[in-house]
């Protein structure tokens, strides 16, 4: 199974799953940037899918291209019989299955999923190995330091979850008290890296080179994941990615180009998700897509009400709230 690993990981480098972001247009824009990548859905409630969709497909959530590979559905619950028929059902999608031990949301946790399991590890252990039962594909698992400050069991846990049969692991370097505040520890999850023998992707506040760079030092992890960093610059993963196996450093996109991706973005949303829900799902990127640039919130704050799709593409052609 570790050749398996091997021979799908063709990057140091994986997007990492983001609850309402990382859908069907995004980690299409992600691939048309960076054609190595590893690529990883939102998180499914394997609840839903087991009882729901087992034997359906055509929903948003599972939708693919075939050059998405490789490509790693991500699942959360905590009954095993469920997550089983779930790693079932996603066959017919998945190169990898990851199992969410690090969501921090509090809805997540109060049902005993995501990080609830860092303090259950006989449970997440048995999860794994249910997976494992569902899937001849690779399994991962993603999860923090531990739930607070007073928990950092992610070195126990993590060889747990190689014992348990995982045969990847990406660890944010945050507790769940801490959610997304703070700084992640990147030197900590060196820990996990000497004590385990599967590959080890390290997660957090990775948002340009030069902190994967440094993310990378520190952690002595195998790869990186990016999550929010991919926010409005689709080309990001590549960029690293290619730094990383060559040593050249690509330069950023434009205002101009961020704006046409941009643009793409909301029209592959559009033609998902209809004009309507299209224009306001796009609203939470706006922030990120423009993100230091000289004058910027003006052009979010027109963005963020607009509600006709020709003023927006009109905005975005002109630029006509930004100034550099």
């Known amino acids: 199974m570790q050749n398996k690993v091997k021979n799908l990981i063709q990057s140091r480098v994986s997007l990492a799953p983001m609850a309402g972001i990382t859908d069907y247009v995004l980690r299409s824009l992600v691939r048309r940037y960076s054609p190595e990548v590893l690529l990883t859905t939102e998180m499914i409630s394997s609840e839903y899918l087991a009882q729901t969709l087992h ?17 790693s559905y991500q699942i ?3 009954k095993p019989d469920m997550m089983r028929k779930a790693a079932e059902f996603l066959n017919n999608y998945a190169d990898m ?5 690090g969501c921090p949301v509090n809805k997540v946790v109060k049902g005993q999923d995501g ?7 006989e449970l997440a252990g048995t999860l794994v190995k249910a997976v494992k039962e569902g899937t001849d594909r690779p399994v991962s698992v993603k999860f923090r ?21 995982a045969n990847f692991i990406t660890i944010h370097g945050r507790t769940r008290s801490q959610m997304y505040s703070g700084h992640a520890d990147w030197a900590k999850i060196a820990q996990l890296k000497s004590a385990v023998d599967i590959p080890v992707f390290a997660n957090g506040d990775i948002v340009d080179i030069e902190s994967a760079e440094k993310c990378l ?11 929010r960093g991919a926010l409005g610059d689709p080309t990001l993963l590549g960029r690293i990615s290619h ?42 990127f706006y922030p990120y897509y423009f993100a230091g640039f000289k004058n910027a919130k003006q052009l979010r704050t027109q963005l963020v009400v607009e509600e006709d799709y020709e003023n927006i593409i009109k905005m975005l052609k002109e630029l006509r709230f930004v100034t550099l």
Do not use: W
């Not at 531990?146 to 070195?155: M, P």
């Not at 046409?260 to 306001?280: C, F, P, S, Y």
């Open 55 to 71: 034997g359906r497909s055509g929903t948003e959530i599972f939708k693919r291209d075939n050059d998405h590979s490789p490509i």
């Open 76 to 78: 959360s619950g905590h």
């Open 97 to 101: 299955i990851d199992i969410n031990m």
């Open 115 to 121: 990080c609830a399991l860092m303090r259950n590890p």
């Open 145 to 165: 330091l531990g739930y607070t400050l007073d928990e950092l069991n992610f070195v126990d846990f993590g060889v747990k979850m190689q014992e348990a049969g």
């Open 217 to 227: 030092e520190l952690s002595k992890a195998d790869g990186i994941a990016v999550g």
């Open 243 to 284: 730094y990383l196996k060559t040593g050249e450093k690509l330069d950023a996109p434009t205002l101009e180009e961020k704006a046409a991706m941009l643009q793409r973005h909301l029209n592959e949303e559009i033609a998902l998700r209809g004009e309507n829900v299209g224009i306001k799902f796009m609203r939470k």
